[in-house]
Protein backbone atom coordinates (compact mmCIF):
# COMPACT_ATOMS: atom_id res chain seq x y z
CA UNK A 1 0.00 0.00 0.00
CA UNK A 2 0.98 3.61 -0.67
CA UNK A 3 0.06 6.42 1.41
CA UNK A 4 -0.34 9.89 -0.38
CA UNK A 5 -1.57 13.05 0.96
CA UNK A 6 -3.69 15.46 -1.19
CA UNK A 7 -5.89 18.65 -1.28
CA UNK A 8 -6.32 22.37 -2.80
CA UNK A 9 -7.69 25.25 -1.52
CA UNK A 10 -8.92 27.71 -4.15
CA UNK A 11 -10.17 31.39 -3.38
CA UNK A 12 -13.04 33.23 -5.75
CA UNK A 13 -14.16 37.02 -5.87
CA UNK A 14 -18.17 36.32 -6.20
CA UNK A 15 -19.29 39.30 -7.94
CA UNK A 16 -23.41 38.02 -7.78
CA UNK A 17 -25.17 35.26 -7.05
CA UNK A 18 -23.03 32.09 -8.47
CA UNK A 19 -23.94 28.30 -8.70
CA UNK A 20 -20.75 26.48 -8.49
CA UNK A 21 -20.12 22.62 -8.86
CA UNK A 22 -17.09 21.22 -7.88
CA UNK A 23 -14.99 18.57 -8.97
CA UNK A 24 -11.90 18.21 -6.44
CA UNK A 25 -13.05 15.16 -4.24
CA UNK A 26 -10.59 11.91 -4.38
CA UNK A 27 -12.71 8.95 -6.19
CA UNK A 28 -13.17 5.89 -4.07
CA UNK A 29 -12.27 2.74 -5.65
CA UNK A 30 -11.62 -1.16 -5.46
CA UNK A 31 -7.25 0.24 -5.57
CA UNK A 32 -7.83 3.89 -4.31
CA UNK A 33 -9.38 4.44 -1.23
CA UNK A 34 -9.87 7.61 0.96
CA UNK A 35 -8.75 7.03 4.66
CA UNK A 36 -9.92 10.18 5.29
CA UNK A 37 -10.73 14.01 4.12
CA UNK A 38 -12.47 16.99 4.49
CA UNK A 39 -14.05 20.08 2.87
CA UNK A 40 -14.61 23.44 4.26
CA UNK A 41 -15.79 26.19 2.64
CA UNK A 42 -15.54 29.65 4.14
CA UNK A 43 -18.09 31.39 4.77
CA UNK A 44 -20.01 28.38 5.43
CA UNK A 45 -22.62 26.86 2.79
CA UNK A 46 -25.26 24.47 2.16
CA UNK A 47 -23.41 21.91 -0.18
CA UNK A 48 -25.13 19.19 -2.03
CA UNK A 49 -23.24 16.59 -2.69
CA UNK A 50 -24.25 13.70 -5.28
CA UNK A 51 -22.72 11.40 -8.14
CA UNK A 52 -24.15 11.62 -11.37
CA UNK A 53 -24.20 9.18 -14.06
CA UNK A 54 -22.58 6.19 -14.88
CA UNK A 55 -19.16 6.98 -13.80
CA UNK A 56 -19.51 7.86 -10.21
CA UNK A 57 -17.75 11.19 -9.93
CA UNK A 58 -17.97 13.08 -6.79
CA UNK A 59 -19.36 16.69 -7.27
CA UNK A 60 -20.63 19.41 -4.91
CA UNK A 61 -22.70 21.99 -5.43
CA UNK A 62 -23.09 25.16 -3.49
CA UNK A 63 -24.96 28.50 -4.06
CA UNK A 64 -22.60 31.37 -3.16
CA UNK A 65 -23.62 35.26 -2.66
CA UNK A 66 -21.34 37.60 -3.37
CA UNK A 67 -17.95 37.29 -1.22
CA UNK A 68 -14.58 36.12 -0.75
CA UNK A 69 -14.93 32.06 -1.13
CA UNK A 70 -12.39 29.81 -0.13
CA UNK A 71 -12.31 26.47 -0.18
CA UNK A 72 -10.36 23.48 0.88
CA UNK A 73 -9.75 20.53 0.42
CA UNK A 74 -7.99 17.53 1.75
CA UNK A 75 -7.38 13.99 1.85
CA UNK A 76 -5.40 11.13 2.83
CA UNK A 77 -5.27 8.12 -0.03
CA UNK A 78 -4.57 4.32 0.24
CA UNK A 79 -3.58 3.57 -3.09
CA UNK A 80 -3.71 -0.69 -4.12
CA UNK A 81 -2.85 -0.78 -7.49
CA UNK A 82 -3.43 -3.74 -9.77
CA UNK A 83 0.17 -4.50 -11.41
CA UNK A 84 0.87 -6.56 -14.24
CA UNK A 85 3.75 -6.97 -17.01
CA UNK A 86 2.89 -5.09 -19.63
CA UNK A 87 3.54 -8.08 -22.18
CA UNK A 88 0.71 -10.08 -20.85
CA UNK A 89 -1.67 -6.94 -20.96
CA UNK A 90 -3.30 -7.05 -24.69
CA UNK A 91 -6.23 -5.18 -26.48
CA UNK A 92 -9.96 -6.38 -25.96
CA UNK A 93 -11.91 -7.83 -28.40
CA UNK A 94 -14.69 -5.83 -29.83
CA UNK A 95 -16.66 -8.13 -29.74
CA UNK A 96 -16.11 -8.92 -25.74
CA UNK A 97 -15.84 -4.94 -24.73
CA UNK A 98 -18.31 -4.33 -21.97
CA UNK A 99 -21.51 -2.22 -22.99
CA UNK A 100 -20.37 0.85 -20.54
CA UNK A 101 -16.90 0.82 -21.87
CA UNK A 102 -18.35 1.18 -25.88
CA UNK A 103 -19.02 5.01 -25.18
CA UNK A 104 -15.33 5.29 -24.74
CA UNK A 105 -14.94 4.64 -28.28
CA UNK A 106 -16.63 7.39 -29.56
CA UNK A 107 -16.18 11.18 -30.61
CA UNK A 108 -16.20 13.93 -27.93
CA UNK A 109 -16.15 17.54 -27.65
CA UNK A 110 -12.52 17.30 -27.32
CA UNK A 111 -11.46 14.34 -28.90
CA UNK A 112 -12.57 14.08 -32.46
CA UNK A 113 -11.55 10.60 -32.99
CA UNK A 114 -13.62 10.29 -36.52
CA UNK A 115 -11.26 13.55 -37.95
CA UNK A 116 -8.10 11.60 -36.88
CA UNK A 117 -8.86 7.76 -37.26
CA UNK A 118 -6.94 7.92 -40.90
CA UNK A 119 -3.75 9.35 -39.47
CA UNK A 120 -4.23 6.97 -36.18
CA UNK A 121 -4.35 3.81 -38.33
CA UNK A 122 -1.69 5.04 -40.83
CA UNK A 123 0.34 5.92 -37.56
CA UNK A 124 0.02 3.28 -35.20
CA UNK A 125 -2.47 0.63 -37.22
CA UNK A 126 0.19 -1.76 -37.90
CA UNK A 127 1.62 -2.09 -34.26
CA UNK A 128 1.20 -5.37 -32.11
CA UNK A 129 -1.99 -5.30 -30.51
CA UNK A 130 -1.53 -4.63 -26.19
CA UNK A 131 -0.34 -1.99 -23.80
CA UNK A 132 2.79 -1.42 -26.09
CA UNK A 133 0.71 0.08 -28.91
CA UNK A 134 -0.59 2.44 -26.36
CA UNK A 135 2.49 3.29 -24.85
CA UNK A 136 3.53 3.84 -28.76
CA UNK A 137 0.58 6.14 -28.82
CA UNK A 138 1.70 8.33 -25.61
CA UNK A 139 5.42 8.26 -26.82
CA UNK A 140 4.86 9.67 -30.12
CA UNK A 141 2.61 12.86 -28.24
CA UNK A 142 5.37 13.11 -25.78
CA UNK A 143 7.70 13.33 -28.64
CA UNK A 144 6.30 15.37 -30.63
CA UNK A 145 4.20 18.17 -28.81
CA UNK A 146 6.04 20.86 -26.17
CA UNK A 147 4.58 21.40 -23.20
CA UNK A 148 3.91 24.91 -23.19
CA UNK A 149 2.00 26.83 -20.33
CA UNK A 150 -0.68 29.39 -21.64
CA UNK A 151 -0.68 27.53 -25.39
CA UNK A 152 -3.87 26.91 -25.50
CA UNK A 153 -7.40 27.87 -23.90
CA UNK A 154 -10.87 25.83 -23.36
CA UNK A 155 -11.85 26.09 -26.55
CA UNK A 156 -8.35 23.70 -28.11
CA UNK A 157 -9.06 20.49 -29.39
CA UNK A 158 -6.93 17.36 -29.86
CA UNK A 159 -7.02 18.27 -34.13
CA UNK A 160 -5.46 21.68 -33.18
CA UNK A 161 -2.99 20.27 -30.83
CA UNK A 162 -1.84 18.06 -33.49
CA UNK A 163 -1.85 20.81 -35.80
CA UNK A 164 -0.34 22.96 -33.25
CA UNK A 165 2.00 20.86 -31.58
CA UNK A 166 1.93 22.60 -28.25
CA UNK A 167 -0.11 22.06 -25.19
CA UNK A 168 -0.36 21.41 -21.74
CA UNK A 169 -1.76 17.90 -19.56
CA UNK A 170 -5.22 18.09 -20.55
CA UNK A 171 -4.07 18.60 -24.31
CA UNK A 172 -1.70 15.89 -24.61
CA UNK A 173 -4.57 13.28 -22.54
CA UNK A 174 -7.07 14.39 -25.57
CA UNK A 175 -4.41 13.88 -28.29
CA UNK A 176 -3.39 10.77 -27.25
CA UNK A 177 -7.10 9.34 -26.46
CA UNK A 178 -7.96 10.61 -29.63
CA UNK A 179 -5.58 8.63 -31.16
CA UNK A 180 -6.23 5.18 -28.82
CA UNK A 181 -9.82 5.61 -30.03
CA UNK A 182 -8.78 6.45 -33.88
CA UNK A 183 -7.58 3.01 -33.85
CA UNK A 184 -10.16 0.91 -31.78
CA UNK A 185 -9.03 1.12 -28.06
CA UNK A 186 -11.31 2.63 -25.69
CA UNK A 187 -9.88 5.29 -23.59
CA UNK A 188 -10.88 7.96 -21.67
CA UNK A 189 -9.69 11.53 -19.74
CA UNK A 190 -9.06 11.37 -15.90
CA UNK A 191 -8.48 14.11 -13.96
CA UNK A 192 -6.40 14.25 -10.26
CA UNK A 193 -3.62 14.83 -8.13
CA UNK A 194 -0.53 13.94 -9.15
CA UNK A 195 2.57 13.35 -6.67
CA UNK A 196 5.46 16.04 -6.96
CA UNK A 197 3.85 17.76 -9.98
CA UNK A 198 5.28 20.86 -11.12
CA UNK A 199 4.14 23.36 -11.48
CA UNK A 200 1.99 21.87 -8.46
CA UNK A 201 -1.48 21.79 -10.10
CA UNK A 202 -4.82 19.90 -10.80
CA UNK A 203 -3.58 17.11 -13.28
CA UNK A 204 -5.32 15.60 -16.39
CA UNK A 205 -3.78 12.02 -17.71
CA UNK A 206 -5.78 8.89 -19.11
CA UNK A 207 -6.95 5.83 -19.22
CA UNK A 208 -6.99 2.63 -21.90
CA UNK A 209 -9.49 -0.49 -21.39
CA UNK A 210 -7.00 -3.32 -22.13
CA UNK A 211 -7.50 -7.00 -21.06
CA UNK A 212 -10.83 -6.14 -19.43
CA UNK A 213 -9.60 -3.28 -17.22
CA UNK A 214 -8.98 0.33 -17.26
CA UNK A 215 -4.82 0.83 -17.64
CA UNK A 216 -3.39 4.33 -16.03
CA UNK A 217 -1.35 6.10 -18.69
CA UNK A 218 0.11 10.09 -18.68
CA UNK A 219 1.69 11.05 -22.01
CA UNK A 220 3.24 13.97 -20.28
CA UNK A 221 5.73 11.83 -18.11
CA UNK A 222 5.15 14.76 -15.29
CA UNK A 223 4.59 11.66 -12.76
CA UNK A 224 4.76 8.51 -12.00
CA UNK A 225 2.16 6.51 -12.84
CA UNK A 226 1.89 5.11 -9.21
CA UNK A 227 1.30 8.71 -7.98
CA UNK A 228 -1.90 9.62 -9.90
CA UNK A 229 -4.80 9.94 -7.28
CA UNK A 230 -7.99 10.35 -9.67
CA UNK A 231 -10.82 12.48 -8.70
CA UNK A 232 -13.32 11.83 -11.84
CA UNK A 233 -13.34 10.10 -15.09
CA UNK A 234 -15.09 11.10 -18.61
CA UNK A 235 -14.78 11.49 -22.22
CA UNK A 236 -12.89 14.37 -22.22
CA UNK A 237 -11.95 17.51 -19.99
CA UNK A 238 -15.45 18.65 -20.22
CA UNK A 239 -17.24 15.68 -18.19
CA UNK A 240 -14.47 16.33 -15.29
CA UNK A 241 -13.79 20.15 -14.95
CA UNK A 242 -12.66 20.67 -11.26
CA UNK A 243 -15.04 23.96 -11.40
CA UNK A 244 -17.93 24.65 -13.33
CA UNK A 245 -19.40 28.22 -12.41
CA UNK A 246 -23.24 29.77 -13.58
CA UNK A 247 -23.14 33.48 -12.36
CA UNK A 248 -20.09 35.59 -12.18
CA UNK A 249 -16.94 34.53 -9.99
CA UNK A 250 -12.95 35.15 -10.38
CA UNK A 251 -10.79 32.68 -9.26
CA UNK A 252 -8.02 34.81 -7.69
CA UNK A 253 -5.38 32.00 -5.93
CA UNK A 254 -5.03 28.23 -6.35
CA UNK A 255 -2.66 25.63 -4.35
CA UNK A 256 -2.72 22.10 -5.20
CA UNK A 257 -0.75 19.23 -4.07
CA UNK A 258 0.29 16.16 -3.45
CA UNK A 259 3.08 14.11 -1.78
CA UNK A 260 4.01 10.85 0.08
CA UNK A 261 4.63 11.03 3.79
CA UNK A 262 7.69 11.37 4.96
CA UNK A 263 9.14 12.05 1.35
CA UNK A 264 9.12 9.25 0.38
CA UNK A 265 9.09 7.65 -3.22
CA UNK A 266 6.43 6.47 -5.64
CA UNK A 267 8.02 3.22 -6.27
CA UNK A 268 7.48 1.77 -9.33
CA UNK A 269 8.69 1.59 -12.93
CA UNK A 270 8.33 5.16 -15.19
CA UNK A 271 6.03 5.46 -18.24
CA UNK A 272 8.16 3.30 -20.35
CA UNK A 273 8.99 0.98 -17.72
CA UNK A 274 7.76 -3.28 -17.42
CA UNK A 275 4.57 -2.64 -15.22
CA UNK A 276 0.90 -1.91 -16.06
CA UNK A 277 -0.81 0.13 -13.43
CA UNK A 278 -4.39 0.12 -12.41
CA UNK A 279 -6.06 2.06 -10.14
CA UNK A 280 -9.83 1.61 -11.26
Not at 92 to 111: A, E, F, G, K
Amino acid sequence: MLRIEIGCEMTYDVRQQTVILFQIAAASTRHQQVLSQRLDFSPLLNVETFRPGADGNYLHRVVVNPCFLRVQYSASMAMTPEVESVTEVGETMMSQIPPDVLTYLNPSRYCESDLLARFAFEEFGNLYRGYSRVQAICDWVFDHLDYAPGSTIGTTTAADVLLQRTGVCRDYAHLAITLCRGVGIPARYVAGYAVDLQPPDFHGFMEAFLAGRWYLFDPTRLSRIRGLVRIGVGRDAADVSFATLNGDALLIDKAVWAYVPGGGPCDGTDQSGGNAISTA
